[in-house]
């Protein structure tokens, strides 16, 4: 028999207390949209491997969520802070849609603001915060994942226009977008370029058959003589610093975005374990259950503890990307690890999209690998503390 009132896992953390009013209402509002526009259809989208990304980024857009934590041209210009929180009710509902954001925002949207051109800004921006054009971001290859230095890819110059060939792969948003960030090796250095996805030359054959991310357009860029004028470079960056100052800012939505798909598994875990009566009382009620329930709600909310943390640091422009790193890693990684504990207390339940969290769990191994391996990010935590490069010979 249950003696106290349950308490949510946050709700323990006291959690609530360390965001600001504004940012709880915002927060609340992108749950409830969420909850009406998501979590109604995303078992059959995961299952159809479909998602109506063009419909849902226009109401993301309305909602003032594309490129939210960008200032100018159309961008909601909030806090990093409040866009972490946006990023966890996305997530919750599935990675996927997170992801839809992540790309637009802090990788498309993000390369434009930062890097490009008056024109550029003015060009993409607008349509981009409002969900009426979409965006793409090619960094990585088919022999380049985590060492996107090796690209491939290659701009040539051909009189004052830029000539891009190659192959992008694993791109988000690719097949659906409208413009795409490319990333290329020039005889300057890598630079990137705003590709308009009509250009001739251009196409993006989407990747099916995934196990994980199935509610989001995953695809592969090929560039065949794409053919550019000079105004379609990113005029103020050069080398390898470009593409990664992006990744920080989808790392930063992501250290959010993953503890969103882990309260989402462990809300429903810990109601699940109240009604499932096995030999004569409530799972929830045993010991080997609690023991579960407990260290997933400690490292849920100290994931979060540390979420915030960052986000004030961001907030003060004090974040640093090797910070970032520790967020992503333990936040990815502890999120995956409640996934999986939930779904053995779900037995055979757990396995079915009747529930979210083998859906989840599947969504967080993509998580995992993209926007930097667990593996690099160590690396980059074992450079920072150490002095030491471990990635190269
Ligand atoms: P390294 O020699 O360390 O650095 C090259 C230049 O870049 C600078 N730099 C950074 N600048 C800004 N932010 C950072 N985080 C930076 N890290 C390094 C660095 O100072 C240097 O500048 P300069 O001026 O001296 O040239 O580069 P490296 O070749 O040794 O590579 C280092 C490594 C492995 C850490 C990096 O390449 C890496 O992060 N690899 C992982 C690749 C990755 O994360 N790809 C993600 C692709 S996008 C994606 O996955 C989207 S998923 C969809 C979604 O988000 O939902
Ligand atoms: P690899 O780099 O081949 O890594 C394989 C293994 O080797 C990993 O375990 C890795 O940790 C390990 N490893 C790598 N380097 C070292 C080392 N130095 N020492 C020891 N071990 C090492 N990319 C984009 O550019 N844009 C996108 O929009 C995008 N969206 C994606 C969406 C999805 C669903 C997925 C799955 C990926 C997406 N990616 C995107 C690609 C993603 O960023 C890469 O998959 C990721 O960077 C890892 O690269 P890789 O898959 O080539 O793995």
């Not at 390898?240 to 429903?268: H, K, M, Q, V």
């Not at 967080?364 to 690099?376: A, D, H, P, R």
Request: proline share 4%.
């Amino acid at each position: 028999m249950a003696t106290k009132n349950a308490q949510a896992p946050l709700e323990l953390y006291g959690i609530d207390a360390l965001i600001n009013e504004d940012d709880r209402a915002m927060r609340d509002a992108v749950r409830a949209v969420m909850d009406d526009r998501v979590r109604p259809h995303i078992e059959a989208w995961y299952e159809s491997g479909t998602v109506p990304a063009r419909e849902l980024a226009k109401e993301l857009g309305s909602l003032g969520l594309l490129g939210m934590h960008l200032q100018g041209y159309g961008c909601a210009g909030t806090s990093a802070t409040a866009y972490g929180l946006a990023c966890v009710e996305l997530e919750a509902a599935d990675s996927g849609i997170r992801s839809l954001v992540s790309v637009q925002g802090s990788l498309a949207m993000f390369a434009i603001w930062k890097h490009g051109s008056q024109e550029q800004k003015q060009q993409w921006l607008p349509p981009m915060a409002a969900g009426e054009a979409i965006g793409c971001f090619g960094l990585t290859e088919p022999d380049f994942g985590s060492d996107p230095a090796g690209m491939r890819t290659r701009a040539r110059r051909d009189g004052s226009d830029w000539v891009l060939d190659g192959t992008k792969m694993w791109i988000t948003n690719g097949s659906i977008a409208d413009v795409a960030v490319v990333w290329a090796q020039t005889d300057d250095g890598i630079r990137g370029f705003v590709v308009p996805t009509d250009t001739p030359g251009f196409s993006a054959p989407k990747i099916t058959s995934k196990m994980s991310l199935r509610a989001s357009v995953t695809s592969e860029l090929v560039l065949s003589g794409v053919r550019l004028p000079e105004s379609a470079v990113l005029p103020n960056v050069r080398g390898l610093g470009g593409p990664l100052s992006c990744l920080n800012e989808a790392r930063f939505g992501i250290l959010f975005g993953a503890l969103g798909a882990a309260r989402d598994c462990l809300t429903t875990t810990i109601a699940y374990s109240q009604d499932r009566r096995i030999f004569d009382k409530p799972l929830a009620a045993y010991q080997a259950t609690q023991l579960k329930l407990a260290d997933m709600t400690v490292a849920l909310g100290n994931g979060m503890l540390l979420a915030l943390h960052l986000g004030k640091l961001k907030d003060a422009h004090q974040l640093r990307p090797e910070q970032v790193s520790l967020g992503k890693l333990n936040n990815v990684r502890e999120s995956i690890a409640i996934a999986r504990q939930c779904r053995t207390l779900l037995g055979a339940n757990g396995i079915t999209l009747e529930y979210p969290v083998m859906r989840h769990a599947n969504n967080l191994e993509s998580v995992l690998t993209y926007e930097g391996t667990s593996e690099v990010h160590q690396m980059i935590i074992g450079q920072a503390i150490t002095g030491h490069s471990a990635f190269r010979g």
